[in-house]
Every structure is written in structure tokens, then in C-alpha cells.
């Protein structure tokens, strides 16, 4: 500890390259921090997806329909707790541009399974007494403007109001929030609105999410609604939530892979840096570390200072931009609505540390064993 | 002034004859800038890849017909007697009285990509009428034959085979109760339909239980000018509740977001670590000043001027960007020119196989941007050399 003087005028030395090292540093775990984020955004929060909760969809594809009929007797199968069912509603508000999830689902279900949308009761109640209601997610709201209270027309692509025209209306009786893994970019509506007023396609519903008593019996129920359904008109393919989403993010493809060969590129340069500045400053040093052995400081403890000069570096360029890479992300989604899952996962937080001091260890390493190896003799003839 | 430009060119020569003395330290800048190109070039290549796919599939000389307020084929739907009438439309191509029209159905079907083969992607399926050959004149069966209509027959696309499972000439493939049977390999350009599997609409109107009817109405224009009279028929008949697009159109709206992501990430990406490379190609030149210090005091001791000792720093700063953008663009190219892939288009949920493009014009905007950077990152570095007090730079040992 008592070195920690020594290490500190070290590395600011040459005060000018330390800086340029460290906003390279700085840079470089800063990108680290935003493409992780993206990769979480582009797997649709699959970490969050509970293993408890199945979706049945049709087997022929998630685009068609599954009968109304099927609720009751999922419901009754034993191990399952809650049945609720959702349907895609794909409707365009003022502009296609403005792109959000609008779902038409069974209100009490639906919240008694996603216990993570939270609502508060009062505006619960209002939902529950309005057919034409819906609820938003606060994000939503907020790039809208949305209050509660106020009319919102939307224009249907799917299903027509059977009273003609192509608009749908529906009021605001709640905003939701939740967690940080929560989306709140959806708008959920009442299903008896949808089905009573669509001009086509009554008592059919998109696929169906049934909450089960017990995660471990999720394959062993799946299959079984597999094959209560099977030979019907609409055959089932029952998966875990989880799976669901895992396999909804892999059709948009290689964007984790993608993500962590950036990553790679980055950090690849970033640690060349690194290690070329730390061989300048320890070779510019070489009559000083001979001095210091001079001294009668032992071999390890040379190597430990530069070591700790390097990692300092390190520390301090990438801690901050991680914390930096933060902070940004706690502001929320910057493009407005196109990433509705913008989280940080700590995992990665703690994989940027683990970085950091990698990239330390390995700056440092090279020129710490050369400065280690040092011959007094020769390194004080030369200077 | 002839003066000042032989002085320029030779410590110019100079500086830049000896980069390989120092090439660890021009290492640094050259990596970091390299790095970024990459990066660069990539990431947008993938956005160049995924707009080229969607720009080549749509044909000036076609009109998509959808019901109105429909954002999608997907979302589209049209009753067969609406159909009858769409084809009577004027301005479309006929041959003898059969007008060039193709009513479709698109749907999808779940396969496994080979990438991920345990968990199913949503493949595009459309039902096509026997006249979509002429329709679509760019597409040719390039293996086994044309479907017979009336059978449950399929011709699957170049992309579509080549990205998902069990697609192969002669194969049967099982979606739910029915079975798909492969007889044929077409190509569309490299336009998105290369991803598609045809069937005969009929066929799939009984599978999907879609009655009579349909979701989009494809017809060939007599000319690219005849849009107007075949789009104000459509829209003035009572009958019908539809729009018309002109079939590019349609595709470019559909590439306009997920090509805007891209580029957005790619170049928030290329401009971060632009800033990390921009500063460590100041350490590089920083390094290469300090290290003839001694040298550059002596140019300027002799008369050299030192307008000329920044033009030469800058110089070889640029001459390390060029390089860096030059490796950049090249590994870029060599990575990633042609990589197939696929991913969502959100507008309909299906699958489009495209391959990233590195074009020229990336690469150009690769070099450029290495070029800045190399700028940039010898601006202070020169105005220093320039700076330098002679006395003590001379007596620096």
C-alpha cells in the first residue's frame, strides 16, 4: 500500500498519454456496455420469460388462429393454473411509422398470469367496467402523450369494425409499469371489444398462454394439450415461454453474434493499444526501474508496480465508461420504441470488470516481465 | 514558394520512409483505425445486403393490389368475386384474354433454419395462380419443373433452400395435416421471393381455410405509365374497397425501417470507436514527434520552415489512416462480401434471406472515414512538432 505514491506519479508520468489512454479505454468499455444492451434488446427479453408459463400456438404457424373453445378445457386439465389468450392485433395508429404491440386479451387473466405489468386498482376497476378500454405501458404514454382518460383512434389492417370504416376506438383506463425487464411499449385491449365488433373471424383467437402450478411439468403438460388437440382442426404446438422467445429472437438471426464480433474487434484494439503504451512508458523508465533495483527492491516488486500502474489505467478508463454505458442505458431506449427492452443485464456488467482487469493484466504483463528481467548493469550503462 | 515545396516533399519523404522504424508505435494507429473500418463496412453491409434483397424484388412494371388500410400482404385480404373484378381492371398487360394478374395467398409455414435447426422460423408461403410466370417475368425454374396447378405442389426459392431445412427437389414437407411436395428450384433476381415457397392458391385456400379468397392481387402494367388509369379504375369502383401500389414502392417502404436500425447502430458504432481510434493515432504521431524530436529541431535550425513540418506530420498521419481504411475496407470485404443470411422482416413476420453487400461505396465511405481519422489524429501532434522550441529540442538528448 505504501507504493501506492509511487504507482500514482507513475502513471501520470507523461500526463497527456495516460489521458489519450485512458479515453481509449474509456471508449472502448462504454461500446461494450451499449452492445451488450443491444444484444439483450434483440433477444426480446428472453431472460425474463417465465419456464412456468407455456404458449400454445397452431401448429401449421403462430399466423393462424386457434378456436375460443379450447379455454375451458385447458383450464380444467390438472396442473394448470391460470388460461389466458391473447390476439395480434397489428393495427396502425395515425402512422404506420409509429409502430406498437396492440393485443386484445382477457383483462383479469391476463394480469392474474403477467403479475409483472403492474396497475393501479383504481384504474384496474375502470378497465374491467369499459368494453371499448385499454391499457398502455408508461413508455407508450409517454412518446405519445397519452393520458388516461383520452380516445384513441386506430386504424385496423387485420380485423374491420363491423360497423364499417377501418377505425377502431378505444379509451385509456390504464398506464402499467413494472420492472426494467418489463416492456411498456404495449397496448393491451379488451378481447369482447374485438370479437363482438370485427366483421370476420368471431371466436378465434391468436394463441394462448397457460400458466402451470409446477415449472417441471412444462414438457410433460405440453405434450399432453398436444395431443388433446391433436387431429382437430387446429392442432396445437405447445412451447415454454422461454422457448417461444428464444425462437422468435433467433428468426431475426445473428444479431448476438454480430454483437460479440464487434465487441471482439473492439476490445482486440483496444488491448493492442494498451500494451504498445505501456511498452513505450516502461522502456522510457528503464534507468529508474534500474535505480529502484539498485535500491534492493526485489524482482516481484517490480512487476508488481508496473502490473498496478497498468491495471490502474485500466480500472479507471474502462470502470467509467462501463458506469458511463449505465447511466445512458437508465435514460431508456434512444430511438423511441424500437428497442422496448433496454436493460443492462448485470451478467454483463460483471463480464466488463472481468475485462477490465484481463486487459490490465495483459498491458501490463509484457513489459512488467521485460522490466522484471531487467540487468542492472546493462540497463544503467545504457541510459 | 518552389522553396517551401521541395522542403515539404522531402521531410515528407522522410517522415514516411521511415514508418517502418517505427512500426509499433504506427501499429497502433493503423490497428485502431483498421478496426473501425471493419466495423463500419460491416455492420452497413448488412443494410446494404437487406435494401438491395428488397429493392430488386419489386418491379416498377407491377401494381400490388391489397384491401385499403391493409400495411401488409399479410394483413391484406380480398373475396374472390372482388378478384374478378380487380382483373378486369384497364392499363393491365394481356395476352389474348387472359390478363397478366397472379391472385395470392401469402402465409407461412414453420421451418427449421439450417443456422438453428432446433427451433422453427416463420418461412413466407404464397399461393400463386398459373399465370405467375408471366407476372413475374424475372422468375425461372432453375431445377426440376414448374408446380402443376390443381396438386399440392410447391417450387421453393434459391434463398429458401439454401437457408431452411428439408427443401430439397423431391422432398415432402409436413405442415400439420398436410404435405407439401418439392418439385422445383426457382430464382427471382436475388429479390426477396427467393425465400418464398410457391404453391397453387387454390390448393392453399383449402389447407388454410381461406374459403374463396385471397389477400393480394399482383397485375403487370401494359407500361410503367399505365399505374394511373389501372389505380383510379380500382379506387372509383363502388364495389371495391382497395389500394394500389406500385410493386417497388411496396418493397422499399418494407426495407425503410430495419435498413434505418441498422444504419443508425452501425454508424453510432463507427463514430464511438472513431473516437477511441482518433485517439490513439494522436498517441501514435505524439510518439513519432517526441521520438525525432531531435531531428525536426535540426530541419528547423537548417531553415526549414514549419508549415512544411506540420504538412509532413499530417502527412503521415493520413498516409496511416489511408493504410488502416485500406486493411479496414479489405478484411471487411474478405469477412464478409456475400455472406448469406436471414432475419424477420417485421412487416409481414416471414423470413428474407439476403447476403451482406460490400459495395464500392462502402468502402469509399470506409477510406474516407479512415482518412478523418488519421486528420484528426495528427492535427495536435503536427502543431506541436511545429512548436517545438529549437534550443531545447536540440539539447534533448
Known amino acids: 500500500m505504501k507504493y501506492l505514491p509511487l504507482v500514482w506519479k507513475n502513471v501520470w508520468r507523461r500526463k497527456f498519454r495516460t489521458i489519450c489512454t485512458l479515453v481509449v479505454m474509456f471508449v472502448a468499455f462504454f461500446l461494450f456496455g451499449l452492445l451488450m444492451t443491444i444484444r439483450t434488446a434483440f433477444t426480446f427479453g428472453v431472460d425474463i420469460a417465465g419456464a412456468d408459463r407455456l404458449v400454445l400456438i397452431h401448429k401449421v404457424s403462430l399466423i393462424m388462429p386457434l378456436p375460443v373453445s379450447y379455454e375451458p378445457r385447458l383450464q380444467t386439465t390438472p396442473g394448470v393454473e391460470t388460461v389466458t389468450h391473447n390476439t395480434w392485433f397489428g393495427g396502425v395508429y395515425q402512422d404506420p411509422s409509429n409502430f406498437f404491440a396492440q393485443i386484445a386479451v382477457e383483462p ?11 396497475l393501479p386498482t383504481d384504474q384496474l376497476k375502470t378497465w374491467l367496467g369499459d368494453r371499448q378500454g385499454a391499457i398502455v405501458g408508461k413508455d407508450l404514454a409517454a412518446r405519445f402523450d397519452w393520458k388516461v382518460g383520452q380516445r384513441i383512434p386506430i386504424t385496423g389492417t387485420i380485423w374491420q369494425p363491423k360497423g364499417g370504416g377501418q377505425t377502431w376506438e378505444f379509451n385509456i383506463d390504464g398506464i402499467y409499469t413494472g420492472g426494467k425487464n418489463v416492456d411498456k411499449t404495449q397496448f393491451f385491449f ?37 395431443d388433446m388437440f391433436a387431429n382437430s382442426s387446429a392442432e396445437t404446438k405447445t412451447t415454454t415461454e422461454k422457448g417461444f422467445v428464444e425462437g422468435f429472437a433467433k428468426q431475426v438471426g445473428d444479431i448476438g453474434a454480430i454483437m460479440i464480433a464487434i465487441v471482439t474487434a473492439v476490445m482486440f484494439t483496444t488491448a493492442l493499444v494498451a500494451v504498445v503504451v505501456m511498452a513505450w512508458s516502461v522502456r522510457e523508465r528503464t534507468s529508474e526501474l534500474a535505480v529502484l533495483k539498485t535500491l534492493g527492491f526485489p524482482d516481484p516488486m517490480i512487476l508488481g508496480l508496473v502490473l498496478a500502474e497498468s491495471i490502474f489505467i485500466a480500472a479507471v478508463g474502462g470502470g467509467l465508461g462501463l458506469l458511463a454505458a449505465w447511466a445512458f442505458v437508465q435514460g431508456g431506449d434512444p430511438t423511441g420504441g424500437m428497442l422496448p427492452i433496454f436493460v443492462l443485464p448485470p451478467r454483463d456488467l460483471v463480464i466488463g470488470g472481468a475485462l477490465i482487469v484481463l486487459l490490465g493484466l495483459l498491458a501490463g504483463a509484457m513489459p512488467a516481465v521485460g522490466a522484471m528481467r531487467l540487468r542492472i548493469t546493462d540497463a544503467l550503462r545504457r541510459a | ?117 432446433d427451433s422453427p422460423a416463420n418461412v413466407p408461403l404464397r399461393g400463386v395462380e398459373p399465370t405467375v410466370l408471366k407476372v413475374r417475368d424475372e422468375v425461372s425454374v432453375i431445377q426440376g419443373r414448374m408446380l402443376e396447378f390443381g396438386t399440392n405442389e410447391v417450387i421453393v426459392g434459391r434463398g429458401a433452400q439454401a437457408q431452411f431445412m428439408g427443401l430439397s427437389l423431391g422432398a415432402d414437407v409436413k405442415s400439420g395435416q398436410n404435405v407439401w411436395r418439392v418439385v422445383g428450384v426457382f430464382e427471382a433476381d436475388g429479390g426477396v421471393a427467393e425465400t418464398e415457397v410457391w404453391a397453387d392458391s387454390r390448393t392453399l385456400q383449402g389447407v388454410y381455410r381461406r374459403g374463396n379468397s385471397y389477400q393480394s392481387v399482383l397485375a403487370r402494367l401494359d407500361s410503367t405509365d399505365s399505374l394511373t388509369a389501372f389505380r383510379d379504375w380500382l379506387t372509383a369502383n363502388p364495389q371495391l374497397n382497395v389500394m394500389v401500389r406500385r410493386e417497388d414502392e411496396y418493397y422499399a417502404g418494407q426495407s425503410q425501417a430495419l435498413t434505418r436500425l441498422i444504419q443508425t447502430i452501425g454508424f453510432g458504432i463507427a463514430a464511438l470507436m472513431g473516437l477511441g481510434a482518433v485517439f490513439g493515432a494522436i498517441l501514435t504521431m505524439y510518439t513519432a514527434v517526441a521520438t525525432r524530436a531531435r531531428e525536426i529541431a535540426t530541419l528547423r535550425a537548417l531553415g526549414f520552415n514549419s508549415l512544411s513540418v506540420v504538412v509532413s506530420v499530417l502527412t503521415e498521419s493520413l498516409a496511416l489512416g489511408a493504410l488502416g481504411g485500406l486493411i479496414g475496407g479489405l478484411a471487411a470485404y474478405i469477412a464478409f462480401n456475400g455472406y448469406q443470411t436471414s432475419t424477420m422482416n417485421f412487416q409481414t413476420f416471414s423470413q428474407v434471406a439476403f447476403a451482406f453487400r460490400v459495395t464500392p461505396q462502402l468502402l469509399m465511405l470506409g477510406l474516407a472515414y479512415a482518412l478523418l481519422m488519421g486528420l484528426v489524429g495528427g492535427l495536435l501532434p503536427a502543431i506541436r512538432a511545429a512548436r517545438l522550441p529549437i534550443p531545447s529540442a536540440l539539447r534533448e538528448l
Open chain 1, 108 to 118: 383479469e387473466t391476463f394480469l392474474k398470469i403477467y403479475k409483472e405489468y403492474e
Open chain 1, 190 to 226: 379488451r378481447y369482447d371489444y374485438l370479437d363482438e365488433n370485427r366483421r370476420n373471424g368471431q371466436g378465434l383467437v391468436g394463441w394462448y398462454i397457460v400458466k402451470i402450478d409446477d415449472a417441471s411439468k412444462a414438457t410433460e403438460l405440453g405434450k399432453k394439450f398436444d
Open chain 2, 1 to 117: 514558394m518552389l522553396r517551401w515545396l521541395t522542403q515539404t516533399v522531402a521531410v515528407t519523404a522522410l517522415n514516411l520512409r521511415t514508418i517502418p522504424a517505427r512500426m509499433s508505435s504506427s501499429a497502433v494507429a493503423i490497428v485502431g483505425i483498421a478496426g473501425v473500418v471493419v466495423v463500419l463496412v460491416s455492420v452497413l453491409s448488412i443494410a446494404a445486403g437487406f435494401n438491395a434483397a428488397m429493392r430488386q424484388s419489386g418491379s416498377p412494371q407491377r401494381a400490388l393490389v391489397m384491401r385499403s388500410g391493409a400495411d401488409s400482404e399479410m394483413t391484406s385480404g380480398l373475396g374472390g368475386p372482388d378478384v374478378d373484378i380487380i382483373k378486369q381492371a384497364p392499363g393491365m398487360r394481356r395476352e389474348g384474354q387472359t390478363p397478366l394478374a397472379s391472385a395470392e395467398l401469402y402465409v407461412i409455414i414453420d421451418l427449421p433454419k439450417k443456422s438453428t435447426p
